[in-house]
């Protein structure tokens, strides 16, 4: 089964459960910016390696099956687990954190499940992709300084309570062209800089 990793996608996919891991990790000891910043080369990892799948010559039928399975369970790690447990984390064990950390996480096997039967729809995403959990997160996260304590937790449990939902929705969103995936990349690398400087230079 190794052998399947060595091909250049799936070797691309599985460096991104690895920075999942290594998220999962700061999170445990209580950064969860750092564990932010990492999960962000995880999506950053999930943009790159359809790219490679696709411009890889002479790809054998049997590692893109290894390499489609093995993506979707990266996508679930840091796109479903990683946001469900930061905001576990953050919410302090509150009721109202654990219940929308459940719905991330059933929404996000239920999207991936769908997505890998029916896949796109002439171009479209049914429903958010997984994807926009991290930027999000850093989003919230880079914020925090400007936001009363008092409602930081609300507005994040409340954000990801909605993008739950969306992640199941029948709404249709259009999957990313070429200057859309340069934005990801400028903003991942950015954001993922800017919340490890906050964490490892400026505190």
Known sequence: MLRYLVDPANAITTSG???????????????????????????????????????TKNRSPEAAKIGKSLDGFSDLIYGSVIPAAVVMSLGGGELT?????????????????????????????TGVPLSYDGPLLATLLILRPWIPDGIFVPIVTASFLLLGCLHVSPLRVPAPGRAMYLVIVAFGTTASAFLAGRVLIWT
């Open 97 to 125: 954190s654990i219940i929308v950390g459940i719905v991330l996480l059933v929404a996000g096997a239920l999207r991936l499940s769908y997505f890998s039967n029916f896949g796109l729809t002439t171009g479209y995403f």
């Open 17 to 55: 459960i690895i920075f999942s891991g290594l998220a999962l990790r700061e999170l445990l000891v209580g950064q969860p910016e750092l564990a932010v910043a990492i999960s962000l080369w995880s999506m950053l990892a999930d943009q790159l390696d359809g790219v490679i799948a696709g411009r």
